[in-house]
């Protein structure tokens, strides 16, 4: 069964180091999704694509945070410097149609677990 | 703005029993609601769904309701099994955006 890949699965670092993550979403799906959940909250919207086309970035904190999907299948979620308060999981999601159109489900991905110290 | 609300954190029934999650919504462009189930360490997996024409739709032992008028839907699990037990997110999308808003999530015991 096709998954939505994503590592590091788990990262540990220091405030105001650089961390990256990496999402492989399932083949031939066109919308990606990064999503981070803090702990006891439920999962919010970082950045969606279409393609390579960022669709709403509305809450992904600019500054410090950026995403690409250059070639329009894999994506990197970069923050730089991390702060304490971005510990969470982030979660990767992609569909082949959007939510709303037919089933419009999300396929996740596992998630990568950021701590900073 | 919580657009998307669960505001039980808990729910604990007995294997066998029903479990009723319940979720309410603010936004009337909303149109199409998932469930999402949760495992620790894993991602959300898809449940179910009902779009805001009906205001039902079954799937084994899952049943979605909708009330449209209230802004409410709530998840029927009959019978509930002990394999059951995770957070269950509710989320919302309007119309052909793509974007899912999630509540923050309940979690399931069910005991054996």
């Known amino acids: 069964e096709a998954e939505v890949a994503q590592s590091p699965r788990y990262k540990i670092t220091e405030k105001s180091q650089a961390v990256a993550f990496w999402c492989d979403p399932i083949s031939g799906h066109a919308t990606l999704y990064w999503y981070r959940q803090i702990l006891g909250q439920g999962p919010e919207l970082l950045v969606q694509?279409?393609?390579?086309?960022?669709?709403?970035d509305s809450q992904l904190p600019k500054d410090r945070f950026s995403a690409e999907r250059l070639k329009g299948v894999d994506s990197t979620l970069k923050i730089q410097p991390a702060e304490l308060g971005d510990s969470a999981m982030y979660l990767c999601?992609?569909?082949?149609?959007?939510?709303?159109?037919?089933?419009?489900?999300?396929?996740f991905g596992e998630g990568s677990r950021l701590t900073v110290l | 703005d919580q657009q998307v609300k669960q505001n039980s954190p808990s729910l604990s029934v007995q294997e066998g029993r029903i479990s009723i999650l319940n979720c309410d919504y603010t936004?009337?462009?909303?149109?199409?609601f998932l469930w999402y189930k949760k495992y620790p360490a894993e991602g959300p997996t898809f449940l179910i769904s009902?779009?805001?024409?009906?205001d039902k739709n079954e799937d084994g032992r899952f049943t979605v309701f909708l009330n449209k008028s209230a802004k409410h839907l709530s998840l029927h699990i009959v019978p509930s099994q002990p394999g059951d037990s995770a957070v269950y997110f509710c989320?919302?999308?309007?119309?052909?955006?793509?974007?899912?808003?999630f509540g923050q999530g309940t979690t399931l015991q069910v005991k054996p």
């Open positions: 936004n009337s462009m909303f149109d199409y």
């Open positions: 999601a992609s569909s082949g149609r959007l939510a709303g159109a037919g089933t419009g489900e999300l396929f």
């Open positions: 694509f279409q393609d390579e086309s960022v669709v709403d």
């Open positions: 989320a919302a999308t309007p119309s052909n955006t793509g974007k899912l808003i």
């Open positions: 009902i779009s805001s024409i009906k």
